[in-house]
């Protein structure tokens, strides 16, 4: 398997400008988890789906930030309109059932 | 509430020292708990895991056992070398749907 897909590997833009994640899931995993690293505050994980649903979205920052899961295979995480603060390294990550998270490579995200 | 709590960072050590990352933890039930390992660059990686008490997780030399009495899973190496340089990351789940991080503890090993 080719493991968790995201993309871009790397994403630079300006204040105010809208970003958007990628990830693709290992297929058959029905858990999809975002997170955010950053020096300051670790690792947040900021949403996860089940099936394509989203369970718990307490993680995520504030209303700038949406994600969505249109099918098993594919989800995207949204930040509109991003701020500098917002730079970081973005996570995708999937499981199937109850047992080992698998991670993607990150997304490093910089804001100017 | 369930945390993990790993001893703070960094830690150096010169090649073929032996390896201990305190962690420990606290859960109201029997969690399944982890070691993750992050690379410069790079994502999470499993190194280990241990489901239930008394267990022993091993991988690539990396040992850690799922001590209940102690609530603690501290991971362990003998000899590192320097290609084990890393972030070492410990969690813990339930119900495999929300995984509780520490902190991370970056490790530097010098030749």
């Known amino acids: 398997d080719a493991g968790v897909i995201q993309s871009p590997r790397h994403e630079v833009t300006e204040m105010g400008q809208e970003v958007t994640l990628r990830c693709k899931p290992i297929?058959?995993?029905?858990?999809l988890f975002w997170y955010r690293q950053t020096m300051m505050r670790g690792l947040e994980l900021l949403i996860y789906?089940?099936?394509?649903?989203?369970?718990?979205d307490s993680g995520m920052p504030e209303d700038r930030f949406s994600a969505k899961m249109p099918n098993a295979s594919f989800s995207t995480l949204k930040i509109q309109p991003s701020e500098p603060r917002d730079s970081a390294v973005y996570f995708c990550?999937?499981?199937?059932?109850?047992?080992?998270?698998?991670f993607g490579p990150g997304t490093r995200l910089t804001v100017l | 509430g369930d945390s993990v709590t790993q001893m703070e960072g960094p830690v150096t050590l010169s090649e073929e020292a032996f390896l201990t990352i305190n962690c420990t933890y606290t859960?109201?039930?029997?969690?399944?708990l982890f070691w993750y390992v992050q690379y410069p660059g790079e994502g999470l990686q499993l190194l280990l895991k241990?489901?239930?008490?008394?267990d022993k997780g091993s991988n690539k030399g990396f040992e850690a056992t799922y001590r209940k009495e102690t609530t603690s899973f501290h991971l362990e190496k003998g000899s590192v070398q320097v290609s084990d340089s890393a972030v070492y990351f410990c969690?813990?789940?339930?119900?495999?749907?929300?995984?509780?991080f520490g902190t991370g503890t970056s490790l530097t090993v010098i030749p």
């Open positions: 990550a999937s499981s199937f059932h109850k047992d080992t998270q698998y």
């Open positions: 297929s058959g995993h029905d858990y």
């Open positions: 789906f089940n099936n394509n649903v989203p369970i718990d």
């Open positions: 859960a109201t039930g029997y969690p399944s």
């Open positions: 241990a489901t239930k008490a008394d």
């Open positions: 969690a813990l789940t339930y119900t495999g749907n929300q995984f509780y």
